[in-house]
């Protein structure tokens, strides 16, 4: 006896149920490695793996790229390398881009999102002619496309190819809609990704942008040298908007002249410097910069064309220097101002950083207007400096040379003013034969104060010499002119005679005689080298009250001696009062007493005359001449020096008071 039992449905069950959990498991595999994709060209081997359950051997999945909105075809392995070596192509990594028409079933379904399925190659080639070709080079025969759609958003299509001819049951159908969801949610994730990032880069190159203005404005207002500017400015933009670059200006013939250059690679500036110098001195009018400068227009060059460059540079050895700097790309832009083009900014990249951008050019193009116009502006500050030089030199004149004394006058203006001023000198020989000295500083530091000083200096110099009084009458002949005529200016000044008698020159005495209208007190430098300060209260300043009684001081000077006149910029400055300045140029001049005059004057400029300093300084310098025979010790000047021990007791002379 024998007892048969059909399990042919328990199996068909079992495979059933296996079937389905080996389905699900390898959709959970999936749906895991998809979450963990960072980019569209992952997406195509992931999603075979899980295709491979229904024996798919490729997989293709086309994806709109959201910054220009073309479809790009992302293939596995398999037919990237079977199209390499069938049809000896050689695919894009980052996808193909694929037309948007109607004659394949991807972008078919991409544009119009609905479903292909193929069961064998014969129906593929009757919708699509041209997978005919398809199915040759790949071997496909059976073919399913599905839309990539999430929220009604079209993205693409997804597409699964087998090389033999497959029925679609709902199963596998189902299969393949969820694989194609999972897929969709991921390219969404992707999409937003890749517009979020590019967002965050616009954003840091925009910034960068602004951030380079922003430093271009600052440097281009920080100084008016024009030489300090355009080589800030290079370091500005190498290498935010440039790997290297050059600039050239014109000069005031026209003809242009390299002024800075700069390069990323602090190895290769001096050869950038070399090239620059050569390139201007060979360089043809069809070259970058002379065709910049003559039609004030940029010129984009997106990669570097050799011919031109010969045309160019006709030299063989600058263009080799040009070859060893590399350069792929470049954009020049002029230096423009005011409807006038001043010259031209080169800005080149190698290979490897490519072409510069629509928004790089348009940055450049904003650099080069803000770059003219602060170059003009220079230029007309060093115009107008020059010739306020030319008008204070005039005004303050060369000082006579006495038979018995040597006279040195220095004038510095101020770090960052127009090189004219208040601050005023003057020596000059009277009919009897007195020297007058003359230091003065009008209040203010503009052309104002310097037209006020020229006034007084004239009217000075005109009372002093036709009176030859002394100089307390001086000073109040001349507050009364100041207040007659409505100069409306205030002003210190200190008026100073020297006078010799004929038996003081057999003395070898010379008397110093002085009024001061609120100016600082003169320094004496005596033969042995000690310094005293002149120092008594000086009287009103001129331009307040012309009425103000003036004394006149007198000290005795031994031959050899030194007297030294100045305005209150040398010993005044913001981080210090007047007399710690006075005290260092009491030292100043102790140690340097043995030096020449000219010398002398130049080594205290040096030592308290900052470079930075914010106000102008005059100087004058009298040394008597050591020919006579030397006074007594006890001649010594009759005044006590500032914070300086007392000198021997001198023989005084009374002063005259006005």
Do not use: K
């Amino acid at each position: 006896m024998g007892t048969v039992v059909d399990v042919t449905e328990a199996h068909e069950q079992a495979d059933r149920e296996l079937d389905a959990v080996r389905r699900a498991a390898a959709i959970a595999e999936v749906a895991a490695e998809l979450a963990g994709a960072t980019r569209v060209t992952q997406l195509a081997e992931i999603a075979l793996r899980a295709a491979a359950v229904l024996g798919a051997e490729s997989i293709g999945l086309a994806v709109f790229d959201p910054r220009d909105d073309r479809l790009y075809l992302h293939l596995t392995r398999r037919i990237v390398d079977t199209v390499a070596s069938t049809a000896d192509v050689q695919l894009p990594a980052g996808g193909v881009e694929t037309p948007l028409d109607d004659e394949l079933p991807t972008q078919w379904v991409a544009r119009h999102g609905e479903p292909l399925l193929f069961p064998d190659a014969a129906a593929a080639e009757a919708r699509f002619p041209r997978m005919a070709r398809v199915n040759e080079v790949l071997g496909s025969r059976a073919l399913a496309a599905l839309p990539l759609r999430v929220e009604g958003r079209l993205l693409g299509s997804f597409v699964v190819v087998w090389t033999t001819e497959r029925a679609f049951p709902d199963r596998d159908v189902e299969l393949l809609e969820g694989l194609t969801a999972q897929i969709a949610l991921t390219a969404s994730r992707l999409r937003a990704d890749t517009v979020r990032a590019d967002a965050v880069a616009a954003m840091a190159e925009a910034t960068a942008r602004l951030q380079l203005l922003a430093d271009t404005g600052r440097v281009l207002s920080g100084t008016l040298d024009v030489s300090l500017q355009v080589g800030q400015l290079a370091d500005v933009v190498v290498p935010t908007l440039a790997d290297w670059c050059w600039l050239v200006v014109t000069d005031e013939q026209g003809r242009l002249h390299e002024v800075a250059s700069a390069h990323r690679d602090p190895a290769l500036r001096a050869e950038l410097e070399l090239y620059v110098h050569s390139m201007v001195a060979v360089m043809t009018d069809e070259a970058a910069a002379p065709l910049v400068t003559r039609t004030g227009r940029p010129l984009v060059l997106p990669r570097m064309d050799p011919a031109r460059v010969e045309r160019s540079i006709p030299e063989p050895a600058t263009r080799e220097l040009l070859g060893r700097l590399a350069p792929d790309s470049g954009v020049i832009v002029p230096l423009v101002a005011r409807g006038q083009s001043l010259g031209a900014l080169g800005l080149f990249n190698g290979a490897e950083r490519g072409p510069h951008t629509p928004a790089e050019v348009e940055t450049a193009v904003e650099v080069g207007r803000r770059a003219g116009l602060a170059l003009h502006h220079a230029r007309l500050y060093g115009q107008q400096r020059e010739l306020a030089g030319a008008l204070q030199h005039s005004m303050l004149t060369a000082p006579p040379q006495p038979d018995h004394c040597e006279i040195v006058v220095r004038y510095v203006p101020a770090a960052e003013g127009a090189e004219i001023g208040g601050d005023w000198y003057d020596a000059f020989l009277e009919p009897g034969g007195a020297t007058v000295l003359a230091i003065g500083d009008v209040v203010g530091h503009d052309t104002g104060a310097a037209a006020s000083m020229g006034q007084l200096r004239g009217l000075l110099r005109g009372i002093s010499y036709s009176s030859g009084a002394p100089p307390a009458q001086v000073l109040t002949q001349l507050d009364c002119a100041v207040h007659g005529l409505g100069l409306d200016t205030m002003a210190t000044a200190l008026v100073a005679r020297l006078e010799q008698e004929h038996a003081d020159l057999r003395a070898g005495v010379t008397r110093l005689r002085w009024s001061s209208a609120g100016h600082p007190p003169p320094v004496l430098l005596l033969p042995d080298g000690r310094v005293q300060v002149l120092d008594e209260l000086p009287d009103l300043l001129l331009g307040v009250d012309p009425s103000a009684a003036r004394r006149d001081r007198v000290a005795v000077l031994p031959a050899g001696s030194t007297v030294l006149l100045y305005t209150d910029g040398l010993v005044e400055r913001r981080d210090r009062d007047l007399d710690a300045g006075t005290t260092e140029l009491v030292a100043v001049l102790a140690e340097y007493a043995a030096l020449p005059l000219a010398d002398l004057c130049d080594r205290v400029l040096e030592r308290l005359f900052p470079p930075d300093a914010e106000d102008d300084v005059a100087l004058l310098a009298v040394r008597l001449h050591s020919q006579a025979r030397p006074r007594p010790p006890e001649a010594g000047p009759q005044l006590l020096p500032r914070g300086i021990p007392p000198a021997p007791a001198v023989r005084p002379e009374a002063g005259a008071a006005t």
